[in-house]
């Protein structure tokens, strides 16, 4: 019976190296998705013995082609998405760094909350020249990383944004970072403020966001879409036998003095969809989107990448 003990230790040990990280599954069993989905995987705990878990954030680089993610625990993993007639098929890791503050130690408690990933001169034809945003909470700011992970230095934002006491909570800061082309750096708080929901550009212009209306429903990811308009990722996250995630999607039409939005896809567990706590939203080329969820590093949930375009 000498047999017995390694046959269990195979049962409940980690995924051996060697292991893919990631592996297709079906996302949608109804029959109104509300998106063109181009591609779901679930993703392995860990790869080349770096544990992968957490992931808030995703960040496109066309130039390196280099699909970013960022954890809530402000650890910088590179992947490398791989597709097949134009549906994403599967996720390779490369390498991952700690997020450093100013003084070259990694960042750790309240300042490592990383919740929000843009990045910068990643589509300009150049290549070693990319930047990462991070946007945080408990800590709200906005700072400047290299793809290795090191500070780079931080933007400069309107002062209702740096003080954690103007925000309903702690955790209901700034979870979502962007670029756009005519206002610069963008953020959109999780939660209402205590003055109020807005839309902020860097600069300090600001426009009246409009939440759409669920108990505990929060912001959780902005991206600039093809025409110039904001894609805004709005999640509702009720786990359990009779709770549901619902993601929505919105189209934010902006100018110097208006905000315009409108609902664009509504992902419903309820109407057949598995979904997780999706955090991470970033545009690759045309209208096309990856989003990733969070699984807070439980081990009955997983990591999920979904790729996807507008009906």
Known sequence: MRWVLPAILMLVLPACAGEELSKPF??????????ELLGALELAREADGVSIHSLSALAWDRDEAILYAVSDQARLYHFRPLFADGRLVSLDYLESH??????????????????GAHVMHGDNGKQGDSEILVAF???????????????????????ALRKVENYSAPNNALECVTWHPRYGVMTLPQKPQQDGHFLYAADGKRWPYAMTPMNDNEVVSLEVMQ???????ERLFKPGLFGAVIITLRRAVIDDDRLEL???????????????????????????FFIVSDNDKEMVRRTLLYYFTFE
């Open 262 to 288: 409108t609902t664009v896809a509504t992902l419903d567990s309820r109407d057949g969809w598995r979904l997780d706590n999706f955090e991470g939203l970033s545009r690759h080329e045309d209208d096309r």
């Open 26 to 35: 079906t996302a949608y069993s109804g029959d109104k998705p509300g998106i």
């Open 137 to 159: 909470e408990r800590d709200p700011r906005i700072e400047r990383y290299s793809p290795d992970g090191n500070y780079l230095g931080k933007i400069k934002l309107p002062k």
């Open 227 to 233: 025409d110039g308009s904001l894609l805004v990722m």
């Open 98 to 115: 700690p997020l450093r503050g100013k003084d070259g130690d990694r960042l750790k408690g309240r300042k490592s909350d990383s919740e």
